[in-house]
């Protein structure tokens, strides 16, 4: 998968628990990014980064924070979890905006009860 | 509005048996369009990128083409291992982001 790692691989939690997941990348990419991925439903974008500190929100960012403090770690937080939240999530990682040409990591799955 | 539609929902082959999955866009600008393959439990995979009408890209028994609203991947004489779900995404010009249709899940009967 590229370099890139996601913890945790499984998660179950209750609602209203705060949730964070981890993505860690070996490649050196500037771009960094957090899907999610529902049945009947594209790949959906929360946020991505395009630098340390450098994050903006996607489609579907409500209820969900990022935060980028070094080039390889990007995390996706849930501040108080709910029922909907309950997907796989996906990081992908590109070296640059204009060829968006995705390498992915194997996913989380979430599920909130 | 969906911006990107897959079409079939679901597709079963025969080994050897050819055929095309669909990735139909209304984008009003393409600066871009993706495959990607997922596998069960993995992370999508890239493919091909497509970026102006009349383009083709190959790649073992896939090839993908496209028009101006419009994407086939063609599978010649598949494989059971060519099993899996294709997604297609494009971007539109002057965004960041991509947006993927829901996907055909191929299967292919040895």
């Known amino acids: 998968d590229a370099g890139i790692t996601q913890s945790p691989r499984h998660k179950v939690t209750e609602t209203g628990t705060p949730v964070t997941l981890r993505c860690h990348q070996t490649e050196n990419h500037r771009y960094m990014y957090w899907y999610r991925q529902d049945p009947g439903h594209g790949l959906r974008l929360i946020h991505y980064?395009?630098?340390?500190?450098?994050?903006d929100k996607g489609e579907v960012s409500d209820g969900y924070s990022v935060s980028r403090s070094k080039t390889e770690d990007f995390l996706l937080t849930l501040e108080s979890a709910t029922s909907s939240q309950t997907s796989v999530y996906f990081c992908?990682?590109?070296?640059?905006?204009?060829?968006?040409?995705?390498?992915f990591g194997s996913g989380t799955q979430l599920s909130v009860l | 509005e969906d911006q990107v539609t897959q079409s079939p929902e679901a597709l079963r082959l025969q080994e050897g048996e050819s055929s095309s999955l669909n990735c139909s866009y209304t984008?009003?600008?393409?600066?871009?369009l993706f495959w990607y393959r997922q596998d069960p439990g993995k992370g999508p995979e890239f493919l091909f990128t497509?970026?102006?009408a009349g383009e083709e890209k190959e790649k073992e028994r896939l090839k993908a083409t496209l028009t101006k609203k419009e994407s086939f991947l063609h599978i010649t004489a598949p494989k059971p291992e060519d099993s899996a779900t294709y997604l297609c995404?494009?971007?539109?010009?002057?965004?960041?982001?991509?947006?993927f249709g829901t996907g055909t899940r191929l299967t292919v009967i040895p």
């Open positions: 984008v009003s600008g393409l600066r871009g």
């Open positions: 992908a990682i590109s070296g640059t905006a204009q060829d968006e040409k995705l390498f």
């Open positions: 995404a494009v971007q539109e010009a002057g965004a960041n982001n991509l947006f």
């Open positions: 980064s395009y630098g340390v500190k450098d994050t």
């Open positions: 497509l970026y102006s």
